[in-house]
């Protein structure tokens, strides 16, 4: 019996043992994005490498950095290209310099909604996106969600002529500044993390962005109005240096790739329910919504796919024809 209960208390201490070096081995990866602690951003990033860290028995570990302390988006972006950072959640508009096809995705009223994003993204045509960002050393692990996109002016807007002359935030993407100019306001490009002091100085009249951002941003300190239009849906790659790829076993690679999947399914069925209750909130905080005829909008905003059909080819007609097919 002693002999025996010796071997237990052996084999428990290797177990141990085997246990502390694997995670005194475990390979230590950071990722930054640009939301905030209270994001769905973080909460997307936790959950994921909690997955991946448990699948993997404690191989990799992660440090997840909000609010830009890993780097801004596009230094990340750059980064993990040149493999000085491990991952980044992108904002999707901010590839369109490593990618031009990429660019495709800012065009406005592409998508009417979460579910056609969703379907298109994770179908053969977010892959083909995919692979012309791994020739550029970006691998994207999936296509995830951060929401429709609408406008937050400083009064109300019903119709493209109340933003005449409003001086509004954009991501620094051609399309999405010929977007906002072709409405008739004036599109001022700006990193995400200047918007709230660049409003408060006056550089700019308000901005445009997801219903979430209204609320983590504090937007509503700034601007008691928004224009609920869905004219642009911008989703967040979550992207790997091809060089920390590159020392990751295939297997391992499954992984992390089957859990940022599913957590893309997750997101954009999070995000679009995520939206009916930030609406509320915003209410509650005072926001007035507006909910303008988006036809006129469509209209204006037509000329600016014929700028850059040239650049996308028969791009838009395939996301378009996909896109049907989720309805």
Not at 9 to 22: D, E, I, Q, R
Not at 199 to 223: A, F, R
Request: one cysteine or more.
């Amino acid at each position: 019996m002693r002999k025996n209960r010796f071997f237990r208390l052996l084999l428990a201490a290797l177990a141990a043992s085997v246990v502390f070096a694997a995670c005194a081995d475990a390979r230590v990866i950071k990722v930054g994005h640009t939301g905030t602690k209270d994001h769905y951003y973080q909460m997307y990033l936790e959950n994921w490498a909690k997955a991946v860290t448990e699948r993997t028995n404690g191989r990799y570990t992660f440090e997840i950095y909000p609010s830009d302390l890993y780097g801004k988006p596009n230094q990340l972006i750059e980064g993990c290209q040149l493999g000085t950072s491990d991952m980044v959640l992108a904002t999707g508009s901010l590839l369109s310099s490593y990618s031009k096809i990429v660019g495709v995705l800012d065009l406005p009223f592409l998508f009417a909604s979460e579910k056609e994003a969703s379907y298109v993204l994770n179908g053969p045509i977010g892959d083909e996106l995919s692979a012309s960002l791994a020739e550029k050393n970006l691998i994207v692990l999936a296509w995830w969600e951060n929401g429709m996109r609408h406008l937050f002016p400083p009064r109300p807007v019903n119709k493209p002529e109340d933003l005449k002359g409003l001086k509004l935030r954009v991501i620094n993407s051609k399309p999405m500044i010929e977007t906002i100019n072709a409405m008739g306001a004036i599109a001022v490009p700006m990193a995400f993390n200047d918007v709230y002091s660049a409003w408060q100085m006056k550089t700019i009249d308000g901005c445009e962005g997801t219903i979430t951002h209204m609320l983590t941003q504090k937007y509503y300190e700034l601007t008691k109005t928004a224009a609920l239009l869905w004219y642009m849906h911008v989703p967040n790659p979550l992207i790997m240096s091809k060089k920390l790829w590159g020392r990751i076993p295939d297997a391992d690679k499954a992984i992390f790739i089957d859990e940022a999947k599913k957590m893309s399914v997750f997101s954009f069925d999070f995000q679009a329910k995520a939206d009916e209750g930030d609406i509320k909130k915003c209410e509650e905080l005072g926001v007035v919504f507006t909910r303008p005829d988006r036809q006129p909008f469509i209209d204006l905003c037509k000329p600016v796919w014929e700028i850059f059909r040239p650049d996308y080819g028969d791009m838009i007609d395939r996301i378009i024809a996909e896109a049907k097919k989720a309805q």
